[in-house]
T-cell receptor, first 110, second 112 residues
Framework: RKEVEQDPGPFNVPEGATVAFNCTYS??????FFWYRQDCRKEPKLLMS?????NEDGRFTAQLNRASQYISLLIRDSKLSDSATYLCVVNTGGNYQLIWGAGTKLIIKP | NAGVTQTPKFQVLKTGQSMTLQCAQDMNHEYMSWYRQDPGMGLRLIHYSVGAGITDQGEVPNGYNVSRSTTEDFPLRLLSAAPSQTSVYFC???????????FGPGTRLLVL
């Protein structure tokens, strides 16, 4: 089992819809979590950190479920500009390393 | 601030050639790292550095060397290029390990 797993998608979603995807992690000792966004042929950029109490930033909401070992990202009122690959990142607490998921591709259609 | 810069943007090598990928940051970040990104896989850590003069291996270090003589620069050297090293390489920095990573624009490398 991979340490961090994501559904690769693509998720094809009409503009204005709500979409959510999850990321599961295998190490129960994982300490912090992030969502990054990566546009086609560009570098990843931080979207948001995921706190134990959940985190909301405008149309984006990230939640952590430690019992089931997954984090989620919810995007409301999706825009064409939200089309990207969303990368889940987990700090497992060892050796200064972050473990990256392979990403979920999201395509917003007009 | 330029942030994190990488050169070159694109490179084609022949098997056995060596080259250095350059990375520099102007944010005075302690932590710098090199990743490779391959289709269908997450970013994989090649080498990292927690400060000038300190480097360590990541998940996939074989075939690569690094050095960190200054806070700003963290070059990645391919010793003898192999087709398996065809990938997109990203350099990243953060104030400290495990904090928000700031990435350079990437280097697309093709090894024939």
């Amino acid at each position: 089992r991979k340490e961090v797993e994501q559904d690769p998608g693509p998720f094809n979603v009409p503009e204005g819809a709500t979409v959510a995807f999850n990321c599961t992690y295998s190490n129960s000792a994982s300490q912090s979590f992030f969502w990054y966004r990566q546009d086609c042929r560009k570098e990843p950029k931080l979207l948001m950190s995921v706190y134990s109490s959940g985190n909301e930033d405008g149309r984006f909401t990230a939640q952590l479920n430690r019992a089931s070992q997954y984090i989620s990202l919810l995007i409301r009122d999706s825009k064409l500009s939200d089309s990207a690959t969303y990368l889940c990142v987990v700090n497992t607490g060892g050796n200064y390393q972050l473990i990256w998921g392979a990403g979920t591709k999201l395509i917003i259609k007009p | 601030n330029a942030g994190v810069t990488q050169t070159p943007k694109f490179q084609v090598l022949k098997t056995g050639q060596s080259m250095t990928l350059q990375c520099a940051q102007d944010m005075n970040h302690e932590y710098m790292s090199w990743y490779r990104q391959d289709p269908g896989m997450g970013l994989r850590l090649i080498h990292y550095s927690v400060g000038a003069g300190i480097t360590d291996q990541g998940e996939v270090p074989n075939g690569y060397n690094v050095s960190r003589s200054t806070t700003e620069d963290f070059p990645l050297r391919l010793l003898s290029a192999a087709p398996s090293q065809t990938s997109v390489y990203f350099c990243a920095s953060s104030p400290r390990a495990l904090e928000t990573q700031y990435f350079g624009p990437g280097t697309r490398l093709l090894v024939l």
